[in-house]
């Protein structure tokens, strides 16, 4: 069983910063693709980011591209999302998801609340 905790969300004004953590357990953490999406009211979940297995390759939505950074520390079964001038349209609860490099279903966690005031 694999388990995903997210944590760092919260208040923050526009233009502030942010980052995010997803702790990983129950299975080798090396062998995810990790990422994050979003959904904010009203609003269907979308792609924020997302990061190989090895830390080699990363993508990103063009909403937060050049905002956003994605990173993880296999050592740690952690993968962040430091996100910096953030505006009011970020706001949303953000998941954390642990795709596997060798196909299967994706394992999401519960949720963190971002939410950016003007």
């Known amino acids: 069983q694999v388990q995903l905790v997210e944590s760092g969300g919260g208040l923050v004004q526009a233009g502030g910063s942010l980052r995010l953590s997803c702790v990983v357990s129950g299975r080798t953490f090396s062998s995810y693709d990790m990422g994050w999406s979003r959904q904010a009211p009203g609003k269907e979940r979308e792609f924020v980011a997302s990061?190989?297995?090895?830390?080699?390759?990363?993508d990103y939505a063009y909403s937060v591209k050049g905002r956003f950074t994605i990173s993880r520390d296999n050592a740690k079964n952690t993968v962040y999302l430091q996100m910096n001038s953030l505006k009011p349209e970020d706001t949303a609860i953000y998941y954390c998801y642990a795709d596997p490099a060798a196909g299967g279903e994706a394992f999401w966690g519960q949720g963190t609340q971002v939410t950016v005031s003007s």
């Open positions: 990061i190989n297995w090895s830390g080699s390759s990363t």
